[in-house]
Protein backbone atom coordinates (compact mmCIF):
# COMPACT_ATOMS: atom_id res chain seq x y z
CA UNK A 1 0.00 0.00 0.00
CA UNK A 2 2.50 2.66 0.71
CA UNK A 3 4.57 1.59 -2.19
CA UNK A 4 1.33 2.52 -4.47
CA UNK A 5 0.97 5.89 -2.65
CA UNK A 6 5.00 6.88 -3.32
CA UNK A 7 4.46 5.89 -6.97
CA UNK A 8 1.05 7.55 -7.16
CA UNK A 9 2.52 10.88 -5.82
CA UNK A 10 5.81 10.76 -7.88
CA UNK A 11 4.02 10.06 -11.10
CA UNK A 12 1.29 13.27 -9.83
CA UNK A 13 4.58 16.10 -9.52
CA UNK A 14 7.02 14.23 -12.06
CA UNK A 15 7.39 17.52 -14.41
CA UNK A 16 6.73 16.96 -18.24
CA UNK A 17 9.69 16.38 -20.58
CA UNK A 18 10.02 20.10 -21.32
CA UNK A 19 10.17 20.90 -17.99
CA UNK A 20 12.68 18.72 -17.68
CA UNK A 21 14.68 20.46 -20.27
CA UNK A 22 14.43 23.55 -19.19
CA UNK A 23 16.00 22.47 -15.64
CA UNK A 24 18.83 21.13 -16.88
CA UNK A 25 19.52 24.24 -18.82
CA UNK A 26 19.37 26.50 -16.42
CA UNK A 27 21.53 24.07 -14.45
CA UNK A 28 24.14 24.20 -17.12
CA UNK A 29 23.73 28.36 -17.75
CA UNK A 30 24.57 28.33 -13.23
CA UNK A 31 27.52 26.27 -14.22
CA UNK A 32 28.88 28.28 -16.85
CA UNK A 33 28.69 31.47 -15.29
CA UNK A 34 30.43 29.83 -12.18
CA UNK A 35 33.32 28.81 -14.76
CA UNK A 36 33.66 31.97 -15.88
CA UNK A 37 34.53 33.52 -12.27
CA UNK A 38 36.49 30.30 -11.54
CA UNK A 39 38.72 30.94 -14.68
CA UNK A 40 39.49 34.39 -13.00
CA UNK A 41 40.56 32.80 -10.03
CA UNK A 42 42.56 30.02 -11.37
CA UNK A 43 44.34 32.76 -14.30
CA UNK A 44 44.59 35.36 -11.64
CA UNK A 45 42.52 37.52 -13.60
CA UNK A 46 42.67 40.49 -10.63
CA UNK A 47 46.17 40.04 -9.64
CA UNK A 48 46.98 42.79 -12.40
CA UNK A 49 46.32 46.35 -12.87
CA UNK A 50 44.71 48.95 -10.44
CA UNK A 51 43.21 46.23 -8.27
CA UNK A 52 46.25 44.31 -7.74
CA UNK A 53 46.40 44.87 -4.21
CA UNK A 54 42.76 44.34 -3.66
CA UNK A 55 43.09 40.60 -5.00
CA UNK A 56 42.12 39.06 -1.72
CA UNK A 57 38.93 40.60 -1.38
CA UNK A 58 38.19 40.30 -4.55
CA UNK A 59 38.84 36.00 -4.64
CA UNK A 60 36.69 36.32 -1.90
CA UNK A 61 33.44 38.04 -3.40
CA UNK A 62 34.39 35.75 -6.68
CA UNK A 63 34.04 32.48 -4.51
CA UNK A 64 30.74 33.72 -3.13
CA UNK A 65 29.36 34.61 -6.77
CA UNK A 66 30.53 31.13 -7.44
CA UNK A 67 28.56 29.16 -4.54
CA UNK A 68 25.39 31.06 -5.48
CA UNK A 69 25.33 30.31 -8.73
CA UNK A 70 26.43 26.39 -7.96
CA UNK A 71 22.79 26.88 -5.74
CA UNK A 72 20.69 28.09 -8.63
CA UNK A 73 22.33 24.72 -10.36
CA UNK A 74 21.02 22.10 -7.63
CA UNK A 75 17.57 24.22 -7.44
CA UNK A 76 17.36 23.96 -11.45
CA UNK A 77 18.22 20.40 -11.02
CA UNK A 78 15.46 19.35 -7.51
CA UNK A 79 13.13 21.00 -9.18
CA UNK A 80 13.00 18.13 -11.44
CA UNK A 81 14.23 15.47 -9.61
CA UNK A 82 11.93 12.93 -8.01
CA UNK A 83 13.59 12.37 -4.81
CA UNK A 84 11.75 11.48 -2.03
CA UNK A 85 14.39 12.09 0.59
CA UNK A 86 15.24 15.57 -1.14
CA UNK A 87 11.11 16.35 -1.40
CA UNK A 88 10.85 20.08 0.51
CA UNK A 89 8.20 21.72 -1.35
CA UNK A 90 8.37 24.78 0.76
CA UNK A 91 12.08 25.71 0.63
CA UNK A 92 12.35 24.94 -3.06
CA UNK A 93 9.37 26.92 -3.70
CA UNK A 94 10.98 29.90 -2.10
CA UNK A 95 14.57 29.25 -3.81
CA UNK A 96 12.80 29.06 -7.09
CA UNK A 97 10.49 32.08 -7.25
CA UNK A 98 13.64 33.62 -5.44
CA UNK A 99 15.49 32.84 -8.24
CA UNK A 100 13.04 34.02 -11.08
CA UNK A 101 12.92 37.56 -9.25
CA UNK A 102 16.23 38.09 -8.34
CA UNK A 103 17.14 37.38 -12.02
CA UNK A 104 14.02 38.87 -13.63
CA UNK A 105 15.33 42.14 -10.97
CA UNK A 106 18.66 42.10 -12.69
CA UNK A 107 17.98 42.08 -16.22
CA UNK A 108 14.99 44.20 -15.83
CA UNK A 109 17.94 46.98 -13.99
CA UNK A 110 19.56 46.12 -17.12
CA UNK A 111 17.09 47.07 -19.64
CA UNK A 112 16.29 50.26 -18.26
CA UNK A 113 19.93 51.15 -18.15
CA UNK A 114 20.10 50.30 -21.91
CA UNK A 115 17.26 52.36 -22.39
CA UNK A 116 18.18 55.46 -20.29
CA UNK A 117 21.58 55.07 -22.30
CA UNK A 118 19.13 55.29 -25.53
CA UNK A 119 17.45 57.87 -24.77
CA UNK A 120 20.68 59.78 -23.44
CA UNK A 121 19.04 59.67 -19.73
CA UNK A 122 22.96 57.92 -18.47
CA UNK A 123 25.68 58.01 -21.10
CA UNK A 124 25.12 57.60 -24.59
CA UNK A 125 23.70 54.61 -27.07
CA UNK A 126 27.64 54.47 -28.13
CA UNK A 127 28.32 52.76 -25.33
CA UNK A 128 25.95 49.61 -25.94
CA UNK A 129 27.56 47.13 -28.05
CA UNK A 130 26.78 43.07 -28.78
CA UNK A 131 28.66 41.96 -26.30
CA UNK A 132 26.48 43.74 -23.61
CA UNK A 133 22.91 43.09 -25.38
CA UNK A 134 24.30 39.37 -25.26
CA UNK A 135 24.26 39.36 -22.04
CA UNK A 136 21.41 41.08 -20.95
CA UNK A 137 19.72 38.28 -23.15
CA UNK A 138 21.01 35.71 -21.41
CA UNK A 139 19.80 37.17 -17.68
CA UNK A 140 16.17 37.18 -19.46
CA UNK A 141 16.28 33.90 -20.87
CA UNK A 142 17.43 32.78 -17.58
CA UNK A 143 14.87 34.72 -15.34
CA UNK A 144 12.25 32.91 -18.16
CA UNK A 145 13.71 29.60 -17.46
CA UNK A 146 13.08 30.11 -13.94
CA UNK A 147 9.94 31.54 -13.79
CA UNK A 148 8.98 28.11 -16.06
CA UNK A 149 10.74 26.12 -13.44
CA UNK A 150 8.82 27.69 -10.46
CA UNK A 151 5.56 27.91 -11.98
CA UNK A 152 5.45 24.63 -12.73
CA UNK A 153 6.85 23.05 -9.27
CA UNK A 154 4.43 25.31 -7.35
CA UNK A 155 1.45 24.05 -9.35
CA UNK A 156 2.93 20.09 -8.93
CA UNK A 157 3.59 20.22 -5.57
CA UNK A 158 0.08 22.63 -4.74
CA UNK A 159 2.54 24.70 -2.70
CA UNK A 160 0.61 28.14 -0.99
CA UNK A 161 1.08 31.55 -2.17
CA UNK A 162 2.95 32.80 0.62
CA UNK A 163 5.98 30.85 -0.03
CA UNK A 164 5.67 32.10 -3.63
CA UNK A 165 5.78 35.38 -1.99
CA UNK A 166 8.90 34.87 0.41
CA UNK A 167 10.43 33.80 -2.29
CA UNK A 168 9.61 36.67 -4.90
CA UNK A 169 10.36 39.54 -2.13
CA UNK A 170 12.93 38.05 0.37
CA UNK A 171 15.13 36.53 -1.94
CA UNK A 172 16.25 40.29 -3.90
CA UNK A 173 16.59 41.50 -0.14
CA UNK A 174 18.76 39.13 1.26
CA UNK A 175 20.50 38.32 -1.74
CA UNK A 176 21.46 42.30 -1.96
CA UNK A 177 21.95 42.76 1.60
CA UNK A 178 24.72 39.71 1.23
CA UNK A 179 26.14 41.99 -1.71
CA UNK A 180 26.20 45.07 0.48
CA UNK A 181 27.12 44.01 4.02
CA UNK A 182 30.07 41.84 2.73
CA UNK A 183 31.73 44.18 0.19
CA UNK A 184 31.19 46.59 3.55
CA UNK A 185 33.10 43.82 5.98
CA UNK A 186 36.51 43.98 3.06
CA UNK A 187 36.51 47.73 2.54
CA UNK A 188 36.85 47.22 6.71
CA UNK A 189 39.59 44.77 6.49
CA UNK A 190 41.12 46.79 4.28
CA UNK A 191 40.43 43.73 1.21
CA UNK A 192 38.45 45.80 -1.06
CA UNK A 193 38.86 49.93 -1.93
CA UNK A 194 36.23 52.22 -0.28
CA UNK A 195 35.26 53.96 -3.23
Known sequence: MKAHLIT????????????TVIGVLMALWCIAFAVVNI???????????PLAEYTAGITVMNWLVVGFKALGAVVAL???ANIPKLHLPALMTVLLWGTFATLGLYALGSVTQALGMIFGFAGTADQINLKGVGYVFMFLLAAVGYGFLAVSYSRRHSTRRGYVVLGVV????????????VPMLLITLGLLPAY
Open 8 to 19: SQVSRTSPRPGV
Open 39 to 49: VFEVTDYFAGG
Open 78 to 80: LSV
Open 170 to 181: GAPVVLGLIFIL
